[in-house]
Nanobody
């Protein structure tokens, strides 16, 4: 399965963005998924995760209350709604299969990601 991230851009502090992760293949609905990000000079980190059916979600403490993860298995797509954006969320955002009950990615293969830049 391959993923293509989109929806990033340049936004002012306090603004919003909605990221999308489109999956190829037929196994998407069977996979626990996650959003990850990598800021310049930092390691890639977990942002948010969602269960196969979408009923269970988890978030990094830094984004709780501001980001919402969701998925539409019929469209093989996962989303990340990002509100009240701050400068510190500037990073490249990636999606990947997530190890169930953890925040870790299940594989070390990543797409190109989508750049999110918060700038005034």
């Amino acid at each position: 399965v391959q993923f293509v991230e989109s929806g990033g851009g340049v936004v002012q502090p306090g603004g919003s963005l909605r990221l999308s992760c489109a999956a190829s293949g037929s196994i998407f609905s069977w996979t626990t998924m996650g959003w990850y990000r990598q800021a310049p000079g930092k390691e890639r980190e977990f942002v948010a995760g969602i269960s196969r059916g979408g009923t269970n979600t988890l978030y990094a403490d830094s984004v709780k209350g501001r980001f919402t993860i969701s998925r539409d298995n019929a469209k093989n797509t996962m989303y990340l709604q990002m509100n009240s954006l701050k400068h510190e969320v500037t990073a490249i955002y990636y999606c990947n299969i997530r190890r169930a009950a953890t925040t870790a990615a299940a594989r070390d293969s990543w797409g190109q990601g989508t750049q999110v830049t918060v700038s005034s």
